[in-house]
């Protein structure tokens, strides 16, 4: 026993010394101070995590410099620091720092504050362990904590939360289990469960189903289809700032994470890599336009953290160099814009009660900043230059234009998937910011007197916008510090982009379509009461005896896809989404529903049965160890 | 010092079996009688199974000769350290579930009786475990087969005696096919004792007989261990009786009694050889069949018992694939079965004490207002969903591995799939009782008393540190002592002779 305890301390001062393992240990320890805190105890779990958040950046920040570390103990203990992690690393702490921050003023007043900081520094510690483990077995181990952080952080929000909260910790506790699976399919080829080493050449269909497997768990994590599904009813029924937190950024950090160092250690073929387009080009159309319908502002967000997945595995499945950092590098902004956009719809949501669209409007002069963050982050998830959603997408398209120099035709079919999916995204983030901030006010939430989020929300959504915007002028400069170390060869761009000229050049387009804009109406318009039909409209009854108002009248925009989902393929296809038949989790649910229905036919509780059963499986192993 | 260590042995089974008449006389007359002798018993023996772990590490296997005389003309005790392992598990968790049924068994009339009949099947248990003896393990066996009939009817309403009377059918048609092998291998050896039985049968190789009593001792243990196809009883069994002893009989009978059994009348005894591709088909089975019977159920109570069913099929699975690594697993996912599963079953006991129901469409919401049996359970949901920290990861871990590595993928993706369905029936249970909406009817309800708290904490706090166990310098006397006993088979002989000598 007492050699036990000298071990264990030994230990303990080894560990102690190590950074990496403090990035870990640490916020796992203070989420358990929180988690055991009293219930009333919620401002000090905040300042605890907040805390614990700076800690964090700060180790993280000269670990990152640093630029390669490694630490093992026992063998299994294994943990490594190159250029692949480093950065996402840092990304991590980042991202958690803002998500507490803006926690304070959104967590305000909530109940179980102390679980929602525990779980926070939980998930923060288990990322990072997740990140830093370059043993299979330690990533599997912060990998399955990182579900159980998911389902606790999605249940959070209350009763109405639980049916999203279960799924989520199916799909992602499932696919850990495949990841198992994987893991020890894995060993079996190549006999260490190191995270490096050379790559397996794919041959027999153990190797396959390895890959597969351990994809599958990226797939899940990411929310790339046909494991998506959690992902929109994750976003839509959890707290924003969770929805910030995990979906939209860690998650896709990680899966994004795990996929890539997967494909690094198996040698890619061309079949796998068409199977990786394939997944990645389905998920950015099918998800975008999902997206395009739905009436909820969470949800409507959630289904394009889902498309823009699609553009990080297409990159990927490119195999050159330029589209692996472009996917990287879409990874690092989409955990930008995406996070700005929930935090956004937090803030909506926080004021106004509400995140239905149809029930939204007028919110601009409201809420300014978070127009303005709203407005950016909007642009570069569609991509539009010079953004960083810009860059990166551009990069992207590059890369796959380049793996179509080595023969074949169906890059085509990827860079047009990519462009429609690019296309749509537009399309349905002028639908969301017109309901939301534009269209007139509805009477919910004129009700609700709807004023500007505090400086603790404001300040982490106006600073992602920023970085947005920053990534995309001087894209260069965050390429070669976080992206281009992660990518083991020269990247080289085919097309050139000059984002200076280009910036004069779009900024001289808009102000000179405002100058004709202020020229040509504002100058003098024309003021008179609205009127339909020749009457006016306050003297009309539209809807039930309620006086009409201009917001009755007016072109919507929520509704403008309905021409689309009229349309024959589209219409066929919505109906079976709406079935849910494209939905793993519900498909999986019905068919194990009726399995137990075979099974439990069997179970008539009759003893004559159950003994009669019972016989005949003796039978049968007297027949077969005879 | 010796001499202390072997007459502890006889204590496992003596203590629980007298104080079980001695409750039986004095639990009429004085109340608290029955509660106070339980729990010092229980606590002894808990004591004791510790202090058997490190009396056992040292040397091999100690014997107890009854009586003083010889094996094999004697009855003889034997404690390796499979028998440890196995008695730590029963008493530590016989332990906890008496301090929860205090205060549980209060809804109950006639409390006492259901003390005596308690420590009647730990006898039982015991007996079987320590036993060195093949018609004593039958007898043993009955002991804590006819306690248990007599628990799972102890509500006495029709729906529980009805259980208890096809548990009962189906457990001495059971009982008859292990009293048939034995006594086949009665005239095939002429010996009782195990240890001289397995050195008889390893040396006359080749007889039809053992092929034959082999498929009656799966047949017979198989259905006290609910193995598929033998596991009729126990949907309907288990959820029947009082929560601590649903607790008892998932966490431990089916064990003790079936799952132990098998191991050592196969392992050690009969050489494992045929048994192993059998156990491994009928243990993936039960495993996928358990489960896909557990997702569809809407009764708590009765969703656990299916996942025992399913459970087992793990621990079959793992010590089915014979190398040590699956052993290894198999074992250790047995320990954490029996600690998941007898926390949820007091879960389960908890919320039918404070709501007076266990079907899952009728809770909603319980978190609010139990927080201990809430948190608690979600730890037992994670455990045995194989979630990491939790201790049902570990097991999960080795076992899927084991499966590859001994060159079963298929199996290995059939432990995945019902891992997924395990995940999916638990995340149901969370979600139909401790999550969603808090039903009107329920505003009133109350966490239960504080001692079945402290059982629930202290089974979560096993489930939460469990994965500790397979630190080399914790398991070494424990864990892997017990599976390296399993992995040896035969050489039980060996050492069970040399120890008396």
């Known amino acids: 026993m007492n050699e036990l305890i000298a071990q264990s301390n030994m230990l303990l001062t080894d560990l102690s010394a190590q950074p990496m393992v403090l990035l870990i240990a640490v916020p796992l320890f203070a989420g358990i101070v929180c988690r055991f805190l009293p219930s009333k105890g919620g401002a000090v779990a905040a300042v605890i995590a907040f805390l614990t958040g700076i800690y964090a950046f700060l180790i993280a920040w000269p670990l990152f410099n640093a630029k390669a570390a490694a630490f093992s103990h026992h063998n299994w203990l294994a943990l490594r620091l190159d250029g692949i992690n480093g950065f996402i690393l840092l990304a991590t702490t980042v991202f958690s720092l803002l998500i507490l921050i803006y926690s304070f003023g959104f967590m305000k007043g909530k109940d179980r504050q102390n679980h929602y900081y525990a779980y926070i520094l939980w998930t923060l510690g288990a990322s990072c362990g997740a990140l830093l483990a370059s043993e299979f077995i330690l990533l599997l181990v912060f990998w399955g904590i990182l579900g159980v952080t998911l389902y606790l952080l999605t249940g959070i929000s209350g009763p109405e939360a639980a049916g999203a909260a279960k799924k989520a910790a199916i799909v992602i506790g499932g696919s850990d289990s495949i990841l198992i699976l994987g893991i020890a399919l894995l060993w079996v080829i190549r006999h260490t469960t190191r995270m490096q080493g050379a790559p397996v050449e794919f041959g027999g269909p153990l190797s396959y189903i390895a890959f597969f497997c351990l994809a599958t768990a990226a797939f899940a994590k990411a929310g790339a289809m046909p494991f998506h599904s959690w992902v929109p009813d994750c976003g839509e029924k959890a707290p924003a700032s969770v929805a910030a937190f995990l979906p939209a950024s860690l998650d896709k950090l990680l899966g994004i994470y795990f996929l890539y160092r997967t494909t690094t250690l198996f040698t890619m073929n061309s079949g796998v890599t068409t199977a990786l387009a394939v997944i990645g080009a389905g998920t950015i159309i099918f998800a975008v336009m999902m997206a395009l319908v739905q009436h909820d502002l969470k949800r409507l967000l959630s289904y394009h953290a889902v498309s823009q997945v699609g553009y990080m595995v297409l990159g990927i499945s490119t195999g050159t160099p330029l589209g692996i950092a472009g996917s990287l590098f879409h990874m690092l902004n989409h955990a930008m814009y995406k996070s700005c956009l929930f935090l956004c719809a937090g803030a909506i949501e926080h004021r106004t009660g509400t995140s239905d669209l149809d029930k939204l409007g007028g919110l601009a002069k409201a809420m300014p900043v978070t127009l303005f963050s709203c407005i950016i982050a909007s642009m570069a998830i569609s991509g539009i230059p010079p953004l960083n959603g810009f860059a990166s997408k551009w990069m992207i398209y590059q890369g796959i234009i380049e793996s179509g120099r080595s023969g074949g035709v169906l890059w085509v079919v990827w860079l047009t998937a990519a462009m429609v999916g690019s296309a749509l995204t537009l399309a349905s983030f002028v639908k969301l910011l017109h309901a939301s901030f534009f269209r007139q006010p509805s009477p919910e939430v004129a009700a609700a007197k709807p004023r500007e989020v505090g400086p603790g929300m404001w300040l982490p959504m106006g600073f992602l916008a920023l970085l947005c915007v920053a990534f995309g002028l001087r894209y260069l400069s965050p390429l070669s510090r976080f992206i281009f170390p992660a990518v083991n060869a020269p990247v080289s761009f085919t097309g050139k982009w000059f984002v200076g000229p280009a910036t004069v050049m779009i900024a001289g387009a808009l102000f000179g379509g405002l100058l004709l804009y202020l020229l040509g109406t504002v100058k003098k318009p024309r003021v008179c009461r609205t009127y339909i039909g020749g009457e006016y409209l306050d003297e009309v009854y539209i809807s039930g005896s309620e006086k009409s108002t201009a917001r009755d009248v007016e072109v919507t925009g929520v509704d403008f896809y309905q021409t689309i989902r009229d349309m024959t393929p589209f219409k066929q296809i919505y109906t079976m989404a709406q079935w849910k038949l494209f939905d793993l989790y519900e498909v999986g649910t019905h068919v194990s529903f009726f399995i137990s229905k075979i099974f439990q036919f069997f179970h008539t509780g009759v003893l004559r049965q159950y003994i009669s059963w019972y016989v005949i499986g003796m039978i049968i192993l007297l027949w077969l160890m005879k | 010092m010796s001499g202390i260590n072997y007459t502890m042995i006889p204590l496992f089974v003596a203590l629980p079996l007298t104080v079980s008449f001695l409750i039986m006389l004095l639990g009429n007359r004085v109340r608290w009688i029955s509660d106070m002798l339980c729990t010092v018993v229980a606590l002894a023996l808990c004591l004791l199974s510790f202090y058997a772990v490190g009396v056992a590490s040292g040397s ?403 489930c939460f540190l469990g994965g500790l166990l397979l630190v080399p310098a914790v398991s070494g006397d424990f864990l892997q002592s017990a599976a390296d006993t399993v992995a040896n088979g035969t050489e039980y002989a060996k050492m069970v002779f040399q120890s008396l000598q």
């Open chain 2, 60 to 462: 091999g296997p100690l014997v107890y000769r009854m009586g003083g005389w010889l094996p094999p003309a004697g009855i003889c005790l034997v404690l390796d350290s499979l028998s440890v392992f196995m008695l730590v598990i029963v008493n530590v968790i016989t332990l906890i579930v008496t301090i929860y049924a205090i205060n549980y068994m209060e809804q109950y009339t006639a409390k006492s009786k259901f003390y005596a009949l308690f420590l009647l099947m730990l006898a039982g248990m015991n007996g079987v475990i320590v036993t060195g003896d093949m018609f004593n393990l039958f007898v043993f066996l009955e002991i804590g087969s006819i306690a248990s009939y007599g628990l799972v009817a102890f509500g006495t309403e029709e729906e529980e005696l009805e259980a208890s009377f096809k548990y009962m059918i189906m457990g001495s048609i059971a009982g008859l096919f292990i009293l048939l092998g034995i006594g086949l291998l009665y005239s095939y050896t002429s010996t009782l004792n195990m240890a001289d039985m397995a050195l008889v049968v390893s040396e006359k190789s080749g007889s039809k007989l053992i092929g034959f009593v082999s498929v009656l001792f799966l047949v017979g243990f198989g259905l006290k261990g609910a193995l598929f196809p033998f596991h009729w009883w126990l949907p309907d069994a288990h959820p029947s009786a009082p929560a601590p002893i649903s607790a008892m009989l998932s966490g431990l009978l089916i064990k003790a009694l079936g799952v132990y059994a098998l191991i050592r009348v196969f392992f050690s005894v009969l050489g494992a050889t045929a048994f192993l591709p059998v156990a491994m088909v009928l243990g993936t089975m039960s495993m996928v069949i358990g489960v896909f019977l557990a997702v569809g159920q809407w009764d708590f109570k009765r969703l656990l018992a299916y996942h025992s069913i399913s459970q087992v099929g793990y621990i079959m699975l793992g010590i089915g694939l014979g190398t040590p690594l699956g052993i290894l697993g198999g074992l250790f996912h047995l320990f954490n079965h029996s600690m998941f599963k007898s926390l949820l079953f007091l879960n389960s006991g908890a919320v039918d004490y404070a709501t007076g129901s266990r079907n899952l469409k009728e809770l909603g919401g319980l978190r609010e207002r139990m927080p201990v049996s809430a948190s608690t359970s979600m730890v037992a949901s994670m455990s045995i969903a194989g979630l990491p920290p939790f201790n049902g990861f570990w097991s999960k871990l080795i076992i899927i591995i084991a499966c590859v590595d001994a060159g079963h993928p298929v199996y290995a993706a059939w432990a995945v799939v019902a891992s997924i369905m395990t995940l999916a029936s638990f995340m149901k249970v969370q979600k139909y009782v401790f999550f969603g909406e808090l039903k009107e009817k329920f505003n009133a309800i109350k966490e239960v008393p504080f001692a079945m708290q402290f059982s629930m904490v202290f089974l979560a706090a096993i």
